[in-house]
């Protein structure tokens, strides 16, 4: 299983990005997906999961309310659309892979993307 994450980059405060990151090499609708982030100086944070058919979502504190996870089975992608971003957004961006149920500890997830930086000008 291979994850590729992209649509990391350069924003403002207050605006909007997404984060996207394709699975290949196994059947996608097999797979939870996840996203945690890594703030400078920081370890690692979940913030949000979804389940394989996208019928059930989990957001972590720094999320919840302004980001929204979103899967595409046909084209094996999951997709984080982040709003109102902060400069405490700042991170790089990883997804990760489980098979079974989502879950929010990152020590059970078996797949790992390379990460997409975002970063949030103030």
């Known amino acids: 299983v291979q994850l590729q994450a992209s649509g990391g980059g350069l924003v403002q405060t207050g605006g909007s990005l997404r984060v996207s990151c394709a699975l290949s090499g196994r059947p996608f609708n097999h797979y939870a997906l996840a996203w945690f982030r890594q703030g400078p100086g920081s370890g690692l944070e979940f913030v949000a999961s979804?389940?394989?058919?996208?019928?059930?979502?989990e957001y972590g504190d720094v999320a919840r309310g302004r980001f929204a996870v979103s899967r595409d089975n046909a084209k094996s992608t999951v997709h984080l659309q982040m709003n109102s971003l902060k400069p405490e957004d700042t991170a790089v961006y990883f997804c990760?892979?489980?098979?079974?149920?989502?879950?929010?500890?990152?020590?059970?997830?078996?797949?790992w993307g390379q990460g997409t930086l975002v970063t949030v000008s103030s």
């Open positions: 990760a892979a489980r098979k079974g149920p989502p879950r929010v500890r990152d020590d059970v997830y078996e797949y």
């Open positions: 979804i389940n394989w058919s996208g019928g059930s979502t």
